[in-house]
């Protein structure tokens, strides 16, 4: 089971950090992601992190602005958003992939159950 949190509503410029939870699984074995999507979009591949932490991937529209990390010990997995925009505003979803990185959410069966961030301009 995931749980997304640490959603909000934030101005331009502002910053937000979310965090997932997990439990029921052996944490350290999945890769994790994070997602989000905007009314009237697709689901859209934010960033996601391997097992061990080492290689993380972003998509275009964050790169620069978000990090990702995780924490073994602790279950979770976070994202550090800043330089927040507009077009952030979405809700967040994380999710949990068993059998390594994937870009496509069609490849997570594990998945949290968002968290809403809005970026007022």
């Known amino acids: 089971q995931l749980q997304a949190s640490g959603g909000g509503l934030v101005q331009t410029g502002g910053s937000l950090k979310l965090t997932c939870a997990a439990s029921?699984?052996?944490?350290?074995?999945?890769?994790l992601a994070w997602f989000r999507q905007a009314p009237g979009k697709e689901r859209e591949f934010v960033s996601s992190?391997?097992?061990?932490?080492?290689?993380?991937n972003y998509g275009d529209s964050v790169k620069g602005r978000f990090t990702i990390s995780r924490d073994n010990a602790k279950n979770g997995v976070y994202l550090q958003m800043n330089s927040l925009k507009p077009e952030d505003t979405a809700v967040y979803f994380c999710?949990?992939?068993?059998?390594?990185?994937?870009?496509?959410?069609?490849?997570?069966?594990?998945w949290g159950q968002g968290t809403q961030v809005t970026v007022s301009s």
């Open positions: 992190i391997n097992r061990s932490g080492n290689v993380r």
């Open positions: 999710a949990a992939n068993y059998y390594g990185v994937r870009y496509s959410q069609n490849d997570y069966r594990l």
């Open positions: 029921g699984l052996t944490f350290r074995l999945y890769a």
